[in-house]
Nanobody
């Protein structure tokens, strides 16, 4: 099995920046998980995909709402994925999760492994 542990959440003013990190306890590729992604969820709303990255090719994809502001990156040597969030808006407030799946998609049900979640608050 694999554990995903994230860090870096917190509170920030509108227009500010935060960086989230997610470290896997073992190489997710060993488990056939070729995609790492960030999702977020506001209470009362569905979990939505924010960004995905293919850990082999480095190909990335972003939700329209964060394009140009968020950047997902990987550090395979350290089994880490990061989400750099700039120009933050109040609507970015949510609990953020990293997740692993065999292929990238926006469907959260296809992700086998999840982190514990970290709160991001923008005000």
């Amino acid at each position: 099995d694999v554990q995903l542990v994230e860090s870096g959440g917190g509170s920030v003013q509108v227009g500010g920046s935060l960086r989230l990190s997610c470290t896997a306890s073992r190489d997710t590729l060993d488990l056939g998980s070729k995609c790492m992604a960030w999702f977020r969820q506001d209470p009362g709303k569905e979990r939505e995909g924010v960004a995905t990255i293919d850990t082999r090719s480095g190909f990335t994809n972003y939700a329209d709402s964060v394009k140009g502001r968020f950047t997902i990156s990987r550090d395979n040597a350290n089994r880490m994925v990061r989400l750099q969030m700039n120009s933050l808006k109040p609507e970015d407030t949510a609990i953020y999760y990293c997740a692993a799946a065999s292929a990238c998609s926006w469907n959260s049900r296809q992700y086998n492994y999840w982190s514990q979640g970290t709160q991001v608050t923008v005000s």
